[in-house]
């Protein structure tokens, strides 16, 4: 391989090998050529190139989310907080692959707490919840600020530029619905859902409007988007308590009366709570909870809408609270049974798939993300993913001041989380691995400079220079911990490796840009709902002795993903496996045309009747063909136990299967019958059935499996 240059060098060492991870081609299995041959990945693509796509859509966080679909085009948008700009403007064609075209919110300065300035702060607030609609020509965005009235946001075209106007009220948790009668609505509230119309400028509601549509105490939460669908009015909402889930409410007129259902909860994709900051904690004493198995709380989907396809298909999108990475929005088929959209597929409704077949849109898009997250800071201006932690001051950094060089001339701050000028970007799961190249050169004494993980608490590591000596120090907000080394060099390479599925994190740093030592111990990562934002990563550079010091040089910026499929082994198709569940360690055999799960010791788990050849049915589905007798594995009836046999002949939908990649090196598989997953009752020693509804965190209630080639020992 040949490079241009050593920073090029550099670039691609940064995304090809990190910590002895070296990305090679990914190749999906094949026999009937209709799974897809793709080259290397560098970053998630929900996508999967076969016909399917994978949740989430985005596994980096974009919370809160509101779609609208324009002729041919979806357009979306969420909440981005305190960060700037804001308000991501991103365009699909196939609901699934997604373009960023623009920020509507630019910059957002409405006081010196929005400037990090005398002490102040807006971590956890700025703009949230917003509403996207389109009207006439016209685009239209209405968003939440604490404290401050709705923020109103109109484009003609949504690549920009929008002009950003205040309004007269502040409506929480908005939803604006624009009538086929000229009227305008906007619904608003927790638990009590009010409604109004607003007046013609939008900019406040019209006197004698305002109701409260949905009593307290009826069933409804918050997070409003409002519909109207074939002559009646749908608002969906979400409810936190205990845990997360969605409902609808209906009625044949705008002020109702609502009746309310249920449309989608305990989906939880197979992931649980991970290590959590007490809500309630007020302080700085972090102590953080555990952990605790099969416990669901937020995780659950909650908090979207619906949108109709050109071809007459429902889909929905909604978030979940995916731990310490964030708030991540998944797509949803929708079933609407008696007049209500349900989330999920006939037979399994409020119940969403991890893996399914790619909406019909009548346009196909190459499998894509919206951001490049590495950058050599070579460009005029910074990249899409960049956002700055608070209103920046703009003479205190450059791109051009040093060519290829980000520069950040530290101004005053305490500490990291008062620093300006922090520059940010989502961390993305499920594993990422970001490395920045710093030269320290010109910094001055009570500067700290370095790489963090902005996040509360948070940690960091950097260069700090005193006395005119430089030293390496890593510090944990969480345990007041630090760690330092002294250096006899200004350039040095700094890492931080996360892994969002166990939620620890590990700092390296290293002098040649190739041998990576690490520096303190693991550091945990935490959900928390103080920046209502997940972990991101942060360049910084801040003075403590109250003066704007020198300058910190940054080099380059770089994000490695280990682990960025919705598969995370190609199907097997035409390999003859054996399947195994989590739950037991029970192996799946053909007994007396049955489906049976016997112990691994078993005589029939040491022969042919275990194994079953995976049979390619296109759009990531399988049929299970037995090595014993040639039989196809079908479900029957409702798919309870006894209901999955081995029939002689292949029986179309009945004996397929939804493969669905769990990413943690076990699988699913989604009767097509049943829209429910296969099933083996934990030391029951029963039948097979094909009726769970999903799994549990712990991926131990029967549902989940582990694939081995026949013969294998892996």
């Known amino acids: 391989m040949r490079f241009k240059s050593s920073k090029a060098a550099i670039c691609t060492f940064v995304m090809l090998s990190f910590l002895g991870t070296t990305p090679t081609a990914f190749l999906c299995a094949q026999s009937s050529g209709t799974l897809s041959v793709e080259a290397t990945r560098t970053t998630w693509k929900s996508d999967n190139g076969n016909g399917t796509f994978t949740n989430p859509l985005f596994f980096d966080e974009f919370s ?45 300065d409405l006081g010196p707490e929005f400037r990090l300035e005398d002490g102040k702060e807006i971590y956890g607030q700025g703009i949230w919840a917003p509403s996207f609609r389109f009207h006439d020509g016209k685009f239209y965005i209405f968003s939440n600020v604490n404290r401050k009235k709705t923020q109103l946001f109109t484009a003609t075209n949504p690549a920009g530029p929008w002009t950003h106007t205040e309004m007269k009220v502040s409506l929480h948790d908005l939803s604006v619905l624009f009538d086929d009668d000229g009227k305008v609505y906007a619904v608003w509230g927790y638990d009590e859902i009010r409604m109004a119309e607003l007046n013609e400028e939008l900019t406040d509601i019209k006197a004698g409007t305002e109701r409260i549509v949905i009593p307290k105490g009826s069933g409804a939460g918050e997070g409003s988007h409002f519909y109207k669908i074939d002559g009646k009015y749908f608002i969906t909402l979400t409810n936190w308590d205990p845990v997360c889930y969605q409902v609808c409410a209906r009625a044949d007129h705008p002020y109702g009366p609502y009746e309310i259902k249920l449309i989608s909860a305990e989906e939880n994709l197979g992931i649980g ?131 290829g060089y980000l520069s950040l001339q530290s101004l005053p701050a305490k500490d990291f989380w008062h620093a300006r000028n922090s520059l940010t970007q989502r961390a993305i ?220 002949d292949d029986k179309g939908d009945a004996s397929t299967f939804q493969w669905q990649d769990m990413l943690r090196g076990d699988v699913m598989l989604m009767s097509l019958q049943s829209h429910r997953y296969l099933f083996v009752d934990p030391g029951a020693g029963s039948l097979c059935s094909a009726n769970s509804a999903g799994c549990r965190p712990d991926r131990k209630d029967g549902s989940c499996f582990v694939w081995t080639k026949a013969g294998s020992r892996e």
């Open 64 to 108: 809160d989310p509101d779609l609208i679909r324009v002729g041919d085009d979806y357009y979306l948008t969420g909440t981005t907080m305190h960060a700037m700009p804001g308000l991501p403007v991103l365009h699909s064609r196939d609901l699934v692959n997604w373009k960023f075209l623009s920020h509507a919110m630019e910059r957002l």
């Open 273 to 403: 709570t991970g290590w959590r900051l007490p809500y309630s904690e007020k302080d700085a004493r972090f102590l953080l909870v555990p952990p605790r198995e099969n416990h669901v709380g937020c995780i659950t989907l909650h908090q979207g809408g619906i949108v109709q396809t050109q071809t007459g298909e429902w889909w929905a999108f909604s978030m979940m609270d995916h731990n310490s990475v964030g708030r991540l929005t998944c797509l949803s088929p929708v079933t609407w049974t008696n007049g209500w959209p349900y989330l999920g597929l006939p037979g399994n409704p409020t119940r969403t798939p991890r893996t399914w077949v790619k909406p019909r849109t009548g346009f196909t898009s190459k499998p894509e993300a919206p951001y490049e997250r590495s950058d050599d800071f070579s460009g005029p201006t910074l990249k899409p993913i960049w956002q700055w932690n608070h209103v920046p001051a703009a003479g205190n950094w450059s791109l051009s001041k040093r060519k």
């Open 429 to 648: 799961g499920p594993e990422s691995i970001a490395t920045t190249d710093l030269d320290a050169e010109g910094l001055k004494d009570g500067d700290i400079a370095g790489l963090a993980l902005l996040n509360y608490p948070y940690a960091w590591i950097g260069i700090t220079r005193a006395d005119m000596r430089y030293e390496l120090r890593l510090f944990d907000q969480r345990t007041n911990r630090i760690e330092t080394k002294p250096l006899s060099t200004t350039r040095v390479w700094l890492r931080i490796q996360c892994n969002f599925d166990t939620e620890f994190a590990q700092f390296s740093y290293s002098v040649d840009g190739k041998i990576f030592l690490p520096l303190g111990t693991e550091v945990i990562m935490a959900f928390q709902l103080k920046t209502f934002q997940g972990v991101r990563f942060a360049l910084f550079n801040y003075n403590t002795q109250g003066v704007e010091g020198g300058t910190a040089a940054f080099n380059m910026f770089g994000v490695n993903e280990p682990r960025p499929y919705g598969l995370t082994k190609p199907i097997p198709c035409g390999e003859t496996v054996t399947l195994m569940s989590l739950a037991d360690s029970t192996v799946l055999v053909n007994w007396k045309d049955f489906v049976r799960p016997v112990s691994a010791s078993h005589d029939l788990a040491k022969g042919p009747a275990s194994h079953f050849r995976i049979v390619d049915r296109g759009n990531g589905r399988i049929a299970l063909q037995s090595a014993l007798d040639g039989g196809f594995v079908t479900v029957t009836g409702s798919g309870r136990m006894s209901e999955v046999q081995i029939e002689k």
